[in-house]
């Protein structure tokens, strides 16, 4: 079993860049599909973004296809979300997590209490002025 960890939240001002990165120990992410989840403080955790073990993306949420990119970095066992254009209501924890499948699971809504496997402990991320 993979372990999981994110890093690459902070502070930044509206309408600036971050990339988050979720970084595996004990395994390979490059067998695994991998999702990016996101939860703003009193909501539910929704998806964000996912990418195959085939490097297929599956975009969840319509505010972000535009300025989130999800890659994987095979030789580093890395998968990052871009953030671009940030704006106020991104600030949530961003979560990676895994079921162990090669493919994403469909749209439109992933819910995150059904998605068992490997998680991540999260990072913050805040956009604010």
């Known amino acids: 079993q993979v372990q999981l960890v994110e890093s690459g939240g902070e502070l930044v001002q509206p309408g600036t860049s971050l990339r988050l990165s979720c970084t595996a120990s004990g395994g390979t992410l490059n067998w695994y599909a991998i999702v990016w989840f996101r939860q703003v403080s009193g909501k539910e955790r929704e998806a964000v973004s996912c990418?195959?073990?085939?490097?297929?993306?599956?975009n969840y949420e319509d505010t972000t296809k535009d300025r989130f990119t999800i890659s994987r970095d095979t030789d580093k066992n890395t998968v990052s979300l871009q953030m671009n254009s940030l704006r106020p209501e991104d600030t949530a924890v961003y979560y990676c997590a895994t079921d162990y499948a090669g493919w994403c699971p469909p749209g439109p809504r992933v819910s995150a209490e059904s998605y068992t496997g490997s998680w991540g402990q999260g990072t913050q991320v805040t956009v604010s002025s």
């Open positions: 990418i195959s073990n085939t490097d297929y993306i599956t």
